[in-house]
């Protein structure tokens, strides 16, 4: 019954947001939070139109109660931390509670990606990248194996070390990197999702034996991923195996006949082998 109530009232809600009736819509969802409060992203939703439509005590309330509801999750640290750092973070109190709920979400929820990206966030805009540093090389201490985990870490350590291939030097930024995405891929056996992000991390930072070997582990069983042939051509091409390349090609011209950009590539790597009969074919 509290369902359905709460979905009637998340219905109406949309109805006048869409007719841009922002304040009967915040009274609509407020009723459904009243029904479910541990519909957070409904809660984040609500405070930033209160807040928009002038109303930011009315919002910081209502995420400083959704937190006292949830406190078994990372999620309500995180959006009132947010809110504080976006709307008064001209009081320095304010601000230092902010980044006091950023720490109180890692430390309490240290197998939270989301925790991890928000502290981050914060001190990177707040210029201390020491900071964001030491945070991730202490969450390699974190007992997690869930590869998705980790790999949203990878994503995030690239913010703080920006790998640059083409920056001499890089190597050791990229190292420092690399610790995450072996954890992503040590764990990503049976997530082909985690793997292919991992490949193109690899293949990013021309590590391309590395992603050679991930590529095809994917294609073993997902034989009907032609853009994932074409990631492993590029590979391919990089290293300069070029039999290996060209057979990868035809592999998908094999499949999809029609795929021009293919027999481009073809036409070229014939050309390039002196080939020219085959190149002129393509």
């Not at 029904?35 to 400083?64: I, M």
């Amino acid at each position: 019954e509290n369902r359905a109530s709460a979905l009637a009232h998340f219905t109406v809600g949309r109805i006048y947001e869409n007719q841009d009736r922002p304040n009967q819509a915040i009274s609509a969802y407020l009723k459904v939070l009243e029904l479910q409060p541990d519909l957070l992203s409904l809660a984040r939703k609500c405070a930033y139109l209160l807040a928009r439509s002038g109303q930011q005590e009315q919002a910081r309330q209502l995420l400083e109660s959704t937190l006292e509801r949830n406190r078994d999750q990372a999620m309500p640290l995180v959006m009132l931390s947010e809110f504080l750092a976006t709307y008064h973070s001209n009081q320095q109190e304010n601000k230092d509670r902010a980044l006091s709920l950023a720490q109180d979400a890692v430390e309490q929820f240290p197998g939270e990606a989301l925790a991890y990206e928000h502290l981050t966030k914060m001190y990177l805009v707040g210029d201390r990248t020491e900071d964001a540093s030491r945070l991730l090389d202490a969450s390699l201490e974190t007992p997690r194996s869930d590869p998705e985990f980790w790999l949203k870490l990878g994503r995030l350590a690239l913010k703080v070390w920006p790998v640059r291939p083409e920056v001499e030097g890089f190597e050791e930024e990229l190292e420092r990197v690399n610790r995450f995405y072996e954890r992503a891929a040590d764990g990503s056996v049976s997530n082909l999702e985690v793997s292919e992000g991992v490949a193109d991390f690899y293949s990013s930072t021309r590590q391309y034996g590395r992603a050679e070997t991930i590529y095809q582990k994917i294609l073993e069983s997902r034989t009907d991923r032609l853009d994932l042939r074409k990631k492993l051509a590029t590979v391919y091409k990089y290293q300069e195996k070029n039999a290996e390349y060209i057979q990868t090609l035809l592999d998908i011209i094999e499949i999809n006949p029609a795929d021009a950009q293919t027999h481009r590539s073809l036409a070229v790597a014939y050309r390039e082998e002196g080939e020219f009969v085959k190149s002129v074919n393509h």
